[in-house]
């Protein structure tokens, strides 16, 4: 029972470096969604996806982009790192109506641009 | 932008106690949803009251809604040192929206 799992757990990266940040959902979700977590700002929607081929932007999008290839899979690409970009990143999941579900939350990307 | 805000930011108490945290929100909303995160750890769902309700239970949980005052407050009853934990609320955006949007919680430690 697996839930949602990110990969990886932890990466530094140099500023200007790029990444995929792999979030994987065993439990038939249509919605998936990208957070970033920083200390004391609580947790801000990236992007999210409605299902399969599709991808809408979140509160703080810039800089990030997303794909949704596959429904269980939801990748989160940094193309140029930057210092702000450190955080500790989350995927959740989703079904039913929009936000009348619960979401299912991974344990988190740690990620540190130097 | 901030739609949920927890209050207080942090809260200390003896394992037992009870603890009260609450949140104020800004807009109309659908429902509110608190969540636990554990340290190192990804949040997980607590309980989901929808805007026509006023109080909700689950287990030691007790949650309770006032749309006129866009406020709700979560209740831990006789906690234990396994409550150690920061606690969100999260709003959506109204009819049709497709994102939560969460505060900055409340870091809850119970001493034992």
């Known amino acids: 029972n697996a839930g949602v799992t990110q990969t990886p757990k932890f990466r530094v990266l140099k500023t200007g470096q790029s990444m995929t940040l792999l979030c994987a959902q065993d439990m038939n979700h249509e919605y998936m969604y990208w957070y970033r977590q920083d200390p004391g700002m609580g947790l801000r929607l990236i992007h999210y996806?409605?299902?399969?081929?599709?991808?809408a932007k979140g509160e703080v999008p810039d800089g990030y982009n997303v794909s949704r290839l596959k429904k269980q899979n939801f990748l989160l690409g940094l193309e140029s790192a930057a210092p702000s970009q450190t955080s500790v990143y989350f995927c959740a999941s989703s079904s039913g109506d929009r936000v009348y579900q619960p979401q299912h939350f991974g344990d988190g990307t740690r990620l540190s641009i130097l | 932008s901030q739609q949920g805000e927890e209050d207080p930011q942090a809260l200390s108490i003896q394992e037992g106690e009870n603890a009260t945290m609450n949140c104020s929100y800004k807009?109309?909303?659908?429902?509110l949803q608190w969540y636990r995160q554990n340290s190192g750890r990804g949040l997980v769902h607590l309980i989901l009251i929808r805007s026509n309700e006023r109080e909700k239970h689950s287990g030691r949980l007790r949650v309770t809604l006032d749309t006129s005052k866009k406020s709700s407050s979560l209740l831990i009853t006789a906690s234990r040192a396994a409550d150690t934990a920061s606690y969100f609320c999260a709003t959506d955006a109204g009819a049709g929206s497709y994102q939560l949007t969460f505060g900055k919680g409340t870091k809850l430690s119970v001493i034992p």
């Open positions: 996806s409605v299902g399969e081929g599709t991808t």
């Open positions: 807009t109309s909303i659908n429902n």
